[in-house]
């Protein structure tokens, strides 16, 4: 069974702030790992995503994340906030095996104030 | 642009009334999936459509339905909605092989349905 724990369901920055979202998970079998995110009423688009190779993975609007196995985390960075990037952000996991389900972590609504 | 297409975005619907929620794309994607997210959760998938073949989570309840006529369009039916069916429903499609790896997962913009 796989899970993702994301730690924080708000976290809230200055604009020009580093961001950091964190998310762990769960996984009997090598994940595929990925950050979502959506704004109000709205689907959800992808920020980036871990399958294999470099463990670093940039992602669209600066964001960037490194999957450490031994730590089982995949968090989420940016290096300077801004007002746009304020959303509800998913990390989800899923194996990879074709067809199945993503499996989708609580939500971290980030806000960010001027 | 290829995309995933919902309607309508928001639909209001009264308990027990049976409604349908509609879901198109370009991608020429062969598998279809509805997920629901509840206010303030995650999205939690109900089933996909792999081609033609219907693959049901195991606690989706038996009022949810799901109809796919062709690749482009696959529907949800609620066949009678309580209160606690109201939700964002999301579509996404993904491109998958027989035997081969995750592909990614589009998602659509969503349908919000309340329940009155």
């Known amino acids: 069974a796989q899970s993702v724990t994301q730690l924080g369901s708000h976290v809230s920055v200055s604009e020009g702030a580093l961001v950091l979202l964190r998310c762990n998970y769960s996984s009997s079998v090598p994940p595929y790992l990925f950050w979502y995110v959506q704004y109000p009423n709205q689907g959800l688009q992808l920020l980036l995503k871990y399958t294999t190779g470099a463990t670093l993975v940039k992602g669209i609007n600066g964001f960037e994340a490194e999957f450490k196995k031994s730590e089982t985390s995949f968090h989420l960075t940016k290096p300077s906030a801004h007002m746009s990037d304020a959303a509800e952000y998913f990390c989800?996991?899923?194996?990879?095996?074709?067809?199945?389900?993503?499996?989708f972590g609580k939500g971290t609504t980030l806000s960010v104030s001027s | 642009d290829a995309m995933v297409i919902q309607n309508p975005r928001y639909q209001v619907t009264q308990f027990g009334k049976p409604v349908t929620l509609s879901c198109s794309q370009t991608?020429?994607?062969?598998?279809m999936y509805w997920y629901q997210q509840k206010s303030s959760q995650a999205p939690k998938l109900l089933f996909h459509?792999?081609?033609?073949?219907?693959?049901n989570e195991a606690d989706t309840p038996d009022n949810f339905q799901s109809r796919r006529p062709n690749t482009s369009f696959c529907f949800l039916d609620i066949r009678s909605p309580g209160l606690g069916d109201a939700a964002m429903y999301l579509c996404?499609?993904?491109?998958?092989?027989?035997?081969?790896?995750?592909?990614?997962?589009?998602f659509g913009p969503g349908t919000r349905l309340t329940v009155l």
């Open positions: 996404a499609t993904s491109h998958e092989v027989a035997g081969g790896s995750y592909n990614e997962q589009f």
């Open positions: 459509y792999y081609d033609k073949d219907f693959n």
């Open positions: 991608l020429n994607h062969n598998v």
């Open positions: 989800a996991v899923t194996s990879t095996q074709a067809g199945t389900a993503l499996i």
